[in-house]
């Protein structure tokens, strides 16, 4: 993996169809305590890839900045990432990303072309073979280009189970401790036999658009919910069919250089495409009509 996340908390200020934090199934959202944050920050020394900040939205975390702070203090600012929607109302937050992270990952789920994945739709419903089910299940595109997390549980091989073990308040987690992420394959079998048969996402189903707050759930899952979670209260979900898609809708056609500085405008920002693949910022300085023209030729450029 070339990420590792702490997620610090799982509130947002949206609400997604299919998110794979379950945001606003939970009856009250998370905020990692300071003391964790170290603790987790401290265990990814010597990892030599990114390192990343996620939620939920984590500009919504009371203690954002200290938290970037401690960061940035010990882990090299090359390899910290930060994955957020740019709030309204958090532009205050814009110098304190661009000290810290050498990475940006704009995740705004404003538009009607952003889809998910039904992750509460368990493969354990679908294949009813065991060795037929883990060998989908071992050959996940999630797992091959995702992430694994910490979160105030503990730490977890995928940030999916990570996301699981918060809204199920089950399963056992590995302790924050220095050098965790050195574990292999053969050390996940527990998390594996325990959150992969619950989740979707290496099942070729239909994907939802995130504007739609609807959740696709299967029947097992529901049943475990139904007590518990607030969009079930809500009403919004939907009981899948199971049914497997021949051509799953894109999710990244959006996610482009365009549509990502139109947002980081909104912060006095601007993103350049790093070697990485991914999006550093830079502070627009400069006098107001310098400011005026670079942001008058960054709607001339990508519109909006």
Aim: aromatic content about 12%.
């Amino acid at each position: 993996m070339d990420t590792i996340q702490i997620e610090i908390t799982n509130a947002c200020n949206h609400n997604c169809g299919n998110c794979t934090r379950f945001c606003h199934h939970v009856q009250k959202p998370f905020f990692m305590d300071f003391e964790t944050f170290k603790t987790a920050v401290d265990s990814m020394a010597k990892y030599p890839k990114m390192t990343g900040m996620m939620g939920g939205e984590p500009l919504l975390h009371p203690q954002f900045e200290e938290f970037c702070e401690y960061m940035k203090s010990k882990l090299p600012k090359r390899q910290l990432g930060l994955w957020t929607s740019l709030p309204p109302g958090k532009e205050r937050y814009a110098k304190t990303i661009v000290d810290t992270f050498d990475h940006v990952f704009i995740n705004d789920h404003s538009r009607d072309d952003v889809y998910h994945a039904p992750v509460l739709v368990g493969i354990e419903e679908i294949y009813k073979d065991p060795r037929e089910m883990f060998y989908v299940i071992n050959h996940c595109w999630a797992q091959m280009s995702w992430s694994a997390s910490i979160n105030q549980k503990g730490t977890f091989f995928c940030e999916i189970a990570a996301s699981m073990a918060m809204l199920f308040d089950e399963g056992d987690a590995w302790p924050i401790e220095p050098g965790w992420w050195w574990r292999t394959p053969k050390d996940f079998r527990e998390q594996i036999e325990h959150y992969c048969p619950r989740c979707g996402l290496s099942v070729p189903l239909p994907r939802r658009k995130s504007v739609d707050s609807i959740d696709d759930i299967s029947q097992k899952n529901y049943e475990r919910l139904v007590n518990r979670s607030k969009k079930i209260a809500k009403g919004e979900y939907k009981i899948s069919d199971l049914v497997l898609s021949n051509c799953p809708e894109p999710m990244a056609s959006y996610k482009d250089t365009a549509y990502r500085n139109r947002i980081a405008s909104r912060y006095g920002m601007y993103l350049v495409v790093n070697d990485m693949g991914f999006w550093t910022p830079y502070i627009v300085d400069g006098t107001k009509q310098q400011q005026s023209s670079i942001f008058d030729e960054i709607k001339r450029t990508y519109g909006g």
